[in-house]
């Protein structure tokens, strides 16, 4: 008996021993089912051709231990419980909208301020969401029906501004019906008693800022030239610069800072940095607005002077480019920072003049050279006016006191660039992914763009252009992209939205654009919507 055991145990090994080896089978050579898995595998979920890569951040060596991310979670879980609900009256709101400013670009701008694991300042705030950026008849938006969507809570059609859906793009006319005319949270605010001002990097008259004053059907209308090129006649359709200066809504700002003087005076009035204007009413709006009965109202155009604006200022108008501001980088460049201000320094000045009102008061802000610098697949410039606009959300959150202040920052759209390529940690988001080649045989960046400008470097006339021979090191070095198109498009991702003071828990989930100002209104009591006092 047991020595027939003993045979079994014999007979049951070898079986499994022979079902081992049988089990060792070369893929290289197989092309079973298993070997196809294994293949694929590879394929999605590639291995790095070195074991292990080295951080190029030696400090962070704590972060291989398991206490300081248990810590780091324990941590954050005795913040959230402890966080009470602020449920104050809002007495002033300052809404920030960086432009283009897509997801990813957020987590290159934290790279670029010293790593992966930075916050940028808006980041810290204590309530998050996402909000769907598409217009009535577009999965991809631009600024102008975004625009419409955050400040007077209605989506419209693609290209209008201030108008709803009933309105479309270039209709000469069709925005001419105040029925149309959609009212932003700059007007709930100034009917409220309230001040209300508008800063950007843009123009005073882009679709951003436009949206809180101005009610068009074509957002290049941003002054009678281009009305007159868009077949229109100006003396119907009533141009960007003229609702911002004469209009009901844009005449009632005590600040209006940006760039975008050309739009404001004919084309013999000289310009005070050379050039001229861009009008052909022989209208000079800048004096029109120092003109108008207002006491104590300045207007300038450079750093210097903004600095310098007198205590008892109570309207400011602040136009520093003929069109665009310089992007922060640019104006290093140039040796320029003496005429261009920063975002933070347009924030701090108009947080100044409109706090003198006891009322309170809105104040939108737009870091709006982001876009423009994806636009322009120059991702250095994206992300250093990204780090320029968290400067000047950081000086809001540190001059107001969130106890009374709401401040939201948001995104209008995003855009086309990604980050790929599995690089090390720590390794420059402006470089080349360090990992291994591509299948090539050359390297490639870590940012690029779905699609880009015919006129650049990178475009990809007969393959794409080697990084090894490429200047990547410069603020307006071009970055590769697969599809040529006239410039780099938008793109139609969720944007984040961040909050922080009265009401600031009502930020969260996902939701609509539209939603951002009936929820603003609701913290600060202005509007016709529900109010929470």
């Given at each position: 008996?047991?020595?027939?055991?003993?045979?079994?145990?014999?007979?049951?090994?070898?079986?499994?021993?022979?079902?081992?080896?049988?089990?060792?089978?070369?893929?290289?050579?197989?092309?079973?089912?298993?070997?196809?898995?294994?293949?694929?595998?590879?394929?999605?979920?590639?291995?790095?051709?070195?074991?292990?890569?080295?951080?190029?951040?030696?400090?962070?060596?704590?972060?291989?231990?398991?206490?300081?991310?248990?810590?780091?979670?324990?941590?954050?879980?005795?913040?959230?419980?402890?966080?009470?609900?602020?449920?104050?009256?809002?007495?002033?709101?300052?809404?920030?909208?960086?432009?283009?400013?897509?997801?990813?670009?957020?987590?290159?701008?934290?790279?670029?301020?010293?790593?992966?694991?930075?916050?940028?300042?808006?980041?810290?705030?204590?309530?998050?969401?996402?909000?769907?950026?598409?217009?009535?008849?577009?999965?991809?938006?631009?600024?102008?029906?975004?625009?419409?969507?955050?400040?007077?809570?209605?989506?419209?059609?693609?290209?209008?501004?201030?108008?709803?859906?009933?309105?479309?793009?270039?209709?000469?006319?069709?925005?001419?019906?105040?029925?149309?005319?959609?009212?932003?949270?700059?007007?709930?605010?100034?009917?409220?008693?309230?001040?209300?001002?508008?800063?950007?990097?843009?123009?005073?008259?882009?679709?951003?800022?436009?949206?809180?004053?101005?009610?068009?059907?074509?957002?290049?209308?941003?002054?009678?030239?281009?009305?007159?090129?868009?077949?229109?006649?100006?003396?119907?359709?009533?141009?960007?610069?003229?609702?911002?200066?004469?209009?009901?809504?844009?005449?009632?700002?005590?600040?209006?800072?940006?760039?975008?003087?050309?739009?404001?005076?004919?084309?013999?009035?000289?310009?005070?940095?050379?050039?001229?204007?861009?009008?052909?009413?022989?209208?000079?709006?800048?004096?029109?607005?120092?003109?108008?009965?207002?006491r104590n109202k300045r207007y300038v155009w450079n750093r210097?002077?903004?600095?310098?604006?007198?205590?008892?200022?109570?309207?400011?108008?602040?136009?520093?480019?003929?069109?665009?501001?310089?992007?922060?980088?640019?104006?290093?460049?140039?040796?320029?920072?003496?005429?261009?201000?920063?975002?933070?320094?347009?924030?701090?000045?108009?947080?100044?003049?409109?706090?003198?009102?006891?009322?309170?008061?809105?104040?939108?802000?737009?870091?709006?050279?982001?876009?423009?610098?994806?636009?322009?697949?120059?991702?250095?410039?994206?992300?250093?006016?990204?780090?320029?606009?968290?400067?000047?959300?950081?000086?809001?959150?540190?001059?107001?006191?969130?106890?009374?202040?709401?401040?939201?920052?948001?995104?209008?759209?995003?855009?086309?660039?990604?980050?790929a390529g599995y690089p090390t940690r720590g390794n420059d988001i402006f470089g080349k992914s360090d990992?291994?080649?591509?299948?090539?045989?050359?390297?490639?960046?870590?940012?690029?763009?779905?699609?880009?400008?015919?006129?650049?470097?990178?475009?990809?006339?007969?393959?794409?252009?080697?990084?090894?021979?490429?200047?990547?090191?410069?603020?307006?070095?071009?970055?590769?992209?697969?599809?040529?198109?006239?410039?780099?498009?938008?793109?139609?991702?969720?944007?984040?939205?961040?909050?922080?003071?009265?009401?600031?828990?009502?930020?969260?989930?996902?939701?609509?654009?539209?939603?951002?100002?009936?929820?603003?209104?609701?913290?600060?009591?202005?509007?016709?919507?529900?109010?929470?006092?």
């Open positions: 008996m047991e020595f027939f055991k003993w045979m079994c145990c014999v007979t049951v090994t070898v079986i499994y021993l022979a079902q081992s080896t049988e089990s060792v089978e070369n893929c290289a050579e197989s092309n079973s089912p298993r070997c196809q898995h294994l293949a694929e595998e590879k394929l999605t979920h590639p291995r790095p051709e070195k074991q292990t890569f080295a951080s190029r951040i030696p400090s962070q060596l704590f972060e291989k231990t398991s206490e300081y991310w248990h810590n780091l979670g324990y941590n954050h879980v005795r913040e959230k419980i402890s966080r009470k609900l602020n449920v104050n009256r809002a007495k002033n709101v300052v809404f920030f909208i960086g432009d283009g400013m897509s997801i990813p670009t957020l987590f290159a701008s934290r790279v670029a301020l010293g790593g992966e694991e930075q916050q940028l300042s808006f980041e810290k705030f204590p309530y998050t969401g996402l909000a769907k950026t598409y217009c009535i008849d577009a999965q991809v938006a631009d600024s102008a029906c975004t625009g419409t969507a955050y400040m007077t809570g209605v989506k419209t059609n693609f290209f209008t501004l201030g108008v709803n859906g009933q309105v479309t793009m270039g209709d000469c006319k069709s925005a001419n019906n105040p029925s149309t005319h959609t009212e932003s949270i700059a007007k709930w605010a100034l009917d409220a008693g309230k001040s209300a001002g508008i800063v950007t990097t843009t123009t005073v008259t882009h679709a951003s800022p436009g949206a809180s004053y101005a009610h068009v059907a074509e957002r290049m209308w941003e002054d009678d030239f281009m009305v007159r090129q868009s077949g229109c006649d100006p003396n119907e359709t009533t141009d960007i610069a003229r609702q911002l200066i004469n209009g009901p809504v844009g005449s009632r700002f005590k600040v209006i800072l940006g760039g975008g003087r050309g739009h404001m005076r004919d084309a013999r009035f000289p310009d005070e940095e050379g050039g001229f204007g861009f009008r052909n009413d022989s209208r000079d709006l800048i004096s029109e607005w120092l003109n108008d009965g207002k210097n002077d903004l600095l310098s604006t007198p205590s008892n200022t109570e309207y400011l108008l602040g136009l520093f480019e003929s069109r665009n501001m310089q992007y922060r980088l640019e104006s290093i460049a140039r040796q320029t920072e003496n005429t261009e201000p920063t975002l933070e320094e347009m924030t701090r000045s108009a947080i100044k003049i409109l706090q003198k009102n006891n009322n309170g008061f809105f104040l939108f802000v737009e870091g709006g050279l982001i876009d423009y610098g994806h636009h322009n697949t120059i991702p250095r410039t994206a992300v250093r006016e990204t780090i320029e606009f968290q400067k000047a959300v950081q000086a809001a959150r540190d001059i107001l006191s969130d106890k009374d202040t709401l401040i939201v920052v948001s995104s209008d759209h995003s855009h086309t660039m990604s980050i990992r291994w080649l591509a299948e090539d045989g050359m390297p490639y960046m870590t940012l690029s763009y779905a699609n880009g400008p015919m006129s650049s470097n990178q475009y990809p006339r007969t393959g794409r252009t080697n990084p090894d021979n490429e200047n990547f090191s410069q603020w307006n070095s071009n970055y590769p992209f697969l599809v040529p198109t006239q410039m780099e498009t938008h793109a139609g991702d969720d944007v984040g939205v961040f909050a922080s003071g009265p009401h600031a828990h009502l930020f969260t989930g996902v939701m609509e654009q539209s939603h951002l100002p009936h929820l603003m209104a609701y913290a600060a009591c202005i509007g016709r919507g529900p109010r929470a006092c």
